[in-house]
């Protein structure tokens, strides 16, 4: 076996479910699968998708012609294929990242410890807008779809996605504020304004990982790696314990700090933990 097409679809399925392979070879192949497939430039992706965007064009004005059917008519089917392949390309982009993430074969290097001294994190206003401008700018789409279209549908549904959406961005944003932060200290990682705690020796190990937004982004994640995530998602509310539970399936931990979101480097974070926690701190390329 050379390629990931040589391997069995059972073998292909459990990888993309995070499953670890446990033959040296098999993990060679997915990992060199993952990274080729991550590794495309978003310009190229781009390319790809052009002929795509001229077959939809070309079916739709056949689908118009046939059915006599207008563009409001066809506008819930047009929506429901771009939420689709957005589900369906996350998905994807998120399952070959956890292929790297798990691999028993991707380098790791021990980070420096540096002066074990107390660090406060918080979110970074520019992160958050970052983290949530995806969703609102798919919002503000439909919306704006809905109002020229006409299509009421269309607009109410925009309206309602959109109040959750704003609602997380508010959340995120009273992050920034001076006494919302994350405390490392020696007895662990805790937030003071929300009673959450978690002890050096709740903590198995911690790691830094590429972040992988897309081919170029140099940005990492420092995950801390729990003997017990649940111990930790008891103490959020219940709506964050299921986002934190998403960074579990990809980045290997609930309890994640992504560069560029919270105001302090990831290096920086992961090299202090070393110091304060004396656990192993490893990172991946």
């Known amino acids: 076996m050379n390629t990931w097409r040589e391997l069995d679809a059972a073998t292909r399925r459990a990888l993309l479910r995070g499953e670890p392979a446990t033959d040296p070879e098999v993990d060679r192949i997915a990992r060199a699968h993952a990274e080729r497939e991550l590794g495309v430039p978003m310009g190229r992706r781009i390319v790809y998708a052009v002929p795509v965007g001229i077959i939809a064009g070309v079916g739709l004005v056949v689908a118009r012609s046939v059915t006599g059917c207008s563009i409001t008519d066809l506008a819930p089917l047009l929506v429901l294929a771009t939420v689709c392949y957005l589900v369906v390309a996350v998905r994807r982009k998120l399952a070959l990242t956890r292929i790297l993430n798990v691999s028993?074969?991707?380098p790791r290097e021990t980070v420096p410890a540096a002066v074990p001294e107390q660090l406060v994190i918080r979110v970074s206003p520019a992160?958050?807008?970052?983290?949530?401008?995806?969703?609102?700018?798919?919002?503000?789409?439909f919306l704006i779809a809905g109002v020229v279209w006409s299509i009421p549908w269309l607009t109410i549904g925009a309206v309602l996605v959109a109040v959750p959406v704003l609602a997380y961005t508010g959340y995120l944003l009273t992050g920034t504020k001076a006494d919302r932060g994350m405390v490392l200290d020696a007895y662990g990682l805790h937030y003071p304004h929300r009673r959450a705690h978690v002890s050096w020796e709740s903590v198995r190990e911690i790691r830094v990982l590429p972040l992988r937004a897309t081919a170029s982004d140099p940005r990492q994640v420092v995950a801390f790696i729990l003997h017990d995530d649940e111990h930790y998602l008891r103490q959020l509310p219940a709506w964050e314990a299921r986002l934190c539970r998403m960074n579990r399936k990809t980045y290997l931990s609930s309890l994640v700090m992504i560069d560029g979101f919270v105001d302090t480097p990831v290096g920086a974070i992961a090299a202090t933990a070393a110091a304060l926690s004396r656990l192993p701190v490893t990172t991946s390329r």
Do not use: R
Not at 131 to 136: E, G, I, N, Q, S
């Open 104 to 106: 028993h074969g991707t």
């Open 127 to 141: 992160g958050a807008l970052k983290m949530v401008a995806p969703y609102l700018i798919l919002v503000a789409g």
